[in-house]
């Protein structure tokens, strides 16, 4: 083990050990937990391993998740006010928007979230692609790692219907329109997207469906899968 790997390991076992003590300050929850589970062994098995060579390039796939969590929240919150019917969504934003309580505030966060996650997932898979760790044996989380962005994109597609205004609603005209295009199954795709041969209040309860719970799963089960191999194979070493 090199120098400079014995003093990052020392050293984050100090801000652990540091973080660990602090915990611990919150005695009346966390000791009664720890005696039966023993919380503090577990977390310092899983915390005390050291990130080897990590620059800023290396974050992005970390800020994918951060943002991804704070969509989570945002978007719960957005749930209590959100009515995912014909008539009502459009409503229910403006009044969330306009009357609730700091509601601007969470819908735009949940906004620029969902921008800013995309943007460094685009990051995240340029610094993959440079530093070759698309290769044997991390291949097989390129590919989770493309579900994932599929994942992401169809959040973006599917939560941009739910304002269910006209700039909403033409949007997923047009490229579902395209979608229509595609040789032989297009107007099938089309067809099941739409829920119907028009886009519709069928429409938007779909891409609902697809938003706030199809996608949210998947993409947690995708993640859990690409943090694993990840955790197996470690990070690439540096070019
Ligand atoms: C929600 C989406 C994603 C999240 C939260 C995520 C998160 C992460 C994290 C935290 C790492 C470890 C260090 C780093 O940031 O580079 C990583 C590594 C990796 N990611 Fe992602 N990622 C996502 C999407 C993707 C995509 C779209 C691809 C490629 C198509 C991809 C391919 C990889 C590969 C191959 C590694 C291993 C890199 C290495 O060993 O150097 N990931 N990911």
């Given at each position: 083990?090199?120098?400079?790997?014995?003093?990052?390991?020392?050293?984050?076992?100090?801000?652990?050990?540091?973080?660990?003590?602090?915990?611990?300050?919150?005695?009346?929850?966390?000791?009664?937990?720890?005696?039966?589970?023993?919380?503090?062994?577990?977390?310092?098995?899983?915390?005390?391993?050291?990130?080897?060579?990590?620059?800023?390039?290396?974050?992005?796939?970390?800020?994918?998740?951060?943002?991804?969590?704070?969509?989570?929240?945002?978007?719960?919150?957005?749930?209590?006010?959100?009515?995912?019917?014909?008539?009502?969504?459009?409503?229910?934003?403006?009044?969330?928007?306009?009357?609730?309580?700091?509601?601007?505030?969470?819908?735009?966060?949940?906004?620029?979230?969902?921008?800013?996650?995309?943007?460094?997932?685009?990051?995240?898979?340029?610094?993959?692609?440079?530093?070759?760790?698309?290769?044997?044996?991390?291949?097989?989380?390129?590919?989770?790692?493309?579900?994932?962005?599929l994942f992401t994109l169809s959040f973006a597609l599917?939560?941009?219907?739910?304002?269910?205004?006209?700039?909403?609603?033409?949007?997923?005209?047009?490229?579902?329109?395209?979608?229509?295009?595609?040789?032989?199954?297009?107007?099938?795709?089309l067809v099941l997207i739409r829920g119907g041969e028009?886009?519709?209040?069928?429409?938007?309860?779909?891409?609902?469906?697809?938003?706030?719970?199809?996608?949210?799963?998947?993409?947690?089960?995708?993640?859990?899968?690409?943090?694993?191999?990840?955790?197996?194979?470690?990070?690439?070493?540096?070019?």
């Amino acid at each position: 083990m090199s120098l400079a790997t014995r003093r990052d390991r020392r050293e984050s076992k100090g801000i652990l050990h540091d973080f660990l003590e602090w915990v611990g300050l919150l005695g009346f929850i966390y000791g009664p937990l720890d005696r039966r589970l023993s919380v503090r062994d577990a977390l310092e098995k899983a915390l005390s391993r050291p990130i080897p060579h990590i620059s800023w390039w290396g974050c992005f796939g970390g800020i994918s998740l951060f943002l991804f969590l704070v969509q989570i929240g945002t978007g719960v919150v957005l749930m209590f006010f959100y009515v995912p019917t014909d008539p009502e969504a459009y409503h229910s934003i403006r009044y969330l928007n306009g009357t609730a309580p700091f509601g601007w505030l969470v819908r735009s966060t949940h906004h620029w979230s969902g921008n800013g996650m995309i943007f460094a997932l685009f990051i995240h898979v340029i610094r993959v692609f440079v530093t070759g760790a698309y290769q044997r044996p991390r291949d097989l989380n390129w590919m989770v790692g493309m579900a994932l962005f599929l994942f992401t994109l169809s959040f973006a597609l599917t939560g941009y219907l739910l304002p269910w205004s006209q700039t909403a609603f033409w949007t997923t005209v047009f490229w579902t329109d395209m979608i229509g295009q595609i040789p032989i199954v297009g107007q099938w795709l089309l067809v099941l997207i739409r829920g119907g041969e028009l886009v519709s209040g069928a429409t938007l309860t779909r891409f609902y469906a697809m938003h706030v719970a199809v996608l949210p799963i998947l993409t947690i089960v995708f993640m859990a899968i690409h943090f694993a191999i990840i955790r197996r194979l470690g990070i690439k070493e540096p070019l």
